[in-house]
């Protein structure tokens, strides 16, 4: 099945989405952490602390962040749950490389590494992970319902997904507030600091058309999760969605 964002690309090219979608985070990689802090006003690091307290009471030992970007999902849930290996996976290696020494610095590179892969096509054995995260990555995919079988297959039986995602709000006044942010505010400024001019408009257009609430949680069931259930967060910005193997 086919989803809206699929076919939303960074760049007005014949290229593919996913490689116009590395080359747009390699090319705002160096900003990226000062602009996300910013432009969510540092709500984002409470959305992920959310995200991550869901997994506390299954203990996972072994996780996989996909879409990890500059890894700061990955270095908060290593600090958090203690995990005895995080991989952190991603087809940006501008992103990486920075989150390489975000680890380094904090002495977690025992424990967390990056590695370059293809979100649709793992190289990861089944049944690897006892948990899969994702958080603001998979609007990114260029075949949704493909990406989510990979999180799926290699997460072993029992183990646990947890997805962030932006959304947009459903409710009066916060819908209309957030279009107006999202449309005139987030690409103007990310324009002005990532030097990139479609970069930020070309995540609104995702958040917009990315399936949202009930229907997601459909699709992860589709997808072969079980338990699939969704939380609103901060009026329904952000999404999280939670399931099992």
Known sequence: ?????????????????????????????????????????????????????????????????????????????????????????????????????????????????????????????????????????IRNFENLDRGLREMQRVLRPGGRLCVVELTTPVGFPMRQLFHFYSHTVLPVYGRLISHDNSAYAYLTRTIEAFPQGERMVEILRQAGFSEASFDRLTFGICTLYTAKK
């Open 1 to 137: 099945m086919g989803y809206q964002q699929e076919s939303i690309k960074p760049y007005d090219q014949q290229a593919g989405k996913a490689e116009q979608v590395e080359q747009m985070f390699d090319n705002i990689a160096p900003t990226y952490d000062k602009l996300n802090h910013r432009l969510s006003w540092d709500i984002d690091r409470y959305w992920r602390r959310k995200a991550i307290a869901q997994l506390a009471p299954h203990r996972p030992q072994s996780i996989l962040d996909i879409a990890t970007g500059t890894g700061d999902f990955a270095i908060l849930a290593t600090e958090m749950l203690s995990p005895e290996k995080l991989i952190g996976a991603d087809i940006s290696e501008g992103m990486m490389e920075i989150g390489r020494q975000k680890v380094k610095a904090r002495g977690l590179d025992a424990i967390i590494s990056f590695e370059r892969q293809d979100c649709l096509a793992l190289s990861y054995p089944d049944a690897m992970f006892d948990a899969v995260t994702a958080a603001f990555g």
